[in-house]
């Protein structure tokens, strides 16, 4: 039996790279004409402003804030800002700074929040340890009608098994694009895994008899045993972890949240600075789980890396390699906070029996990979499993007839 040993502690120290900017909350203005509305514009990935149509670009935020160095140079813990425990009120007020008046915004869905007096656009911009402002965002690069296509696509292949009230209530244009909350991770450590190898050096066929007296051939195989031993440096780079404890939930018997890790990864290299108008017009799910409760799962990871990686190595053990122990000694880490897009098409199927099951599709904002659950037809995938069995089994009985 396998005894995996658990990844080593992460070095003592943390260095906190500060990535929330000088930007106060409230208003925040178009650089040419001053306005308040500014949207992405997903065709160029740039800001544009609602009034002058005045379009920019803000900084790539990794290179920004020197959190890409070389991976192996990487020692003790090194973490953005944004990724600070959350211990404050997902409720923030703010101060419109257009009329004085008090405005309080639920970052629980969102980040901003129009003043019900001037109707100016409040926005959250300063990093407050609820987790609502991340180290760096990815800008959706999908439309919402590409997005769409997608779905309906992905849809239309599963028709056939789909339970038919889903097929019925079934409207592709009510997908959202939401920024789900992740933890972007580079590890850099150092990798031990043993276990034992087999590498055949003959074959061949002898007669032997059995307990009844009757002669039959046997085929064997002669291995010389080796005990395997890989030392070596492991890199790994923008390992990306969901921070959200509603997307970790992994029972499938109320949620398919499952498949939305099915679409990654993302080109989280070209995260840009945190600007809540790139979140206008989409929907926001903050941070709620911290540094330390993803680490054990980051670190599991980062062991089952090293044991592929090394699968490269064995061709020589034609018989397989059964690993027994795999040590990661962890020499530094990075933890980078970030809103990373997604469109997704949700339908709550209630069972007969009165349980819920919520599915979902998600699109990948970057890249269009897409993938999900429907509800099924039961009844109907029955009966092609009935069908599909009994001519199996008359092939069957018609082979047995012929030989």
Known sequence: ????????????????????????DGIVRCERCGASEATLNVATGMLRCNFCRFEWSTQNALQAFDLD?????????????????????????LRCTACGADVVVDTTAAVHARCHWCRNTLSLTEQVPNGAVPDMLLPFSVSKDEAVK???EFVRKRTFYAHPRFRAEF???????????YMVVDVNAHATVTGEGEHQTRSYTVQVRDSEGKTRSERRYDADVYDVR????????????????????RDTARTSNNVINTILPFD???????DPRYLQGFTSERRDVDVGVLRPAVL?????????RVDETIAFYDRGVRWDTTDVDVRGERWVSAYLPVWLYSY?????????????VAVNGRTGETMGSVPLNVPRLALVASVVEVFGAAAAAVLWVLT
Request: glycine content about 12%.
């Open 230 to 249: 890989r030392s070596f440096d492991l890199h790994v780079d923008d390992l990306t972890v969901e921070s959200s404890a509603q997307r970790l939930d």
């Open 171 to 181: 409207q592709p244009e009510n997908v959202m694009g939401v920024y789900l909350p």
């Open 150 to 152: 997608h779905v309906a």
């Open 268 to 274: 989280v290299e070209n995260g840009v600075l945190y």
């Open 348 to 360: 709550l199927q209630t069972k007969r029996d009165g349980s819920t099951l919520l599915h979902y």
């Open 1 to 24: 039996m396998s005894d995996l040993q658990a990844p080593r502690p992460v070095p003592d120290g943390e260095r906190v790279v500060r990535t929330g900017g000088d930007g106060t």
């Open 69 to 93: 160095g070389a991976i192996g140079d990487l020692s003790g813990v090194v973490v953005g800002s944004g990724t600070a425990d959350v211990t404050a009120d997902p409720a923030v007020t």
């Open 300 to 308: 599991g990871q980062v062991s089952d890396i090293a044991r592929w």
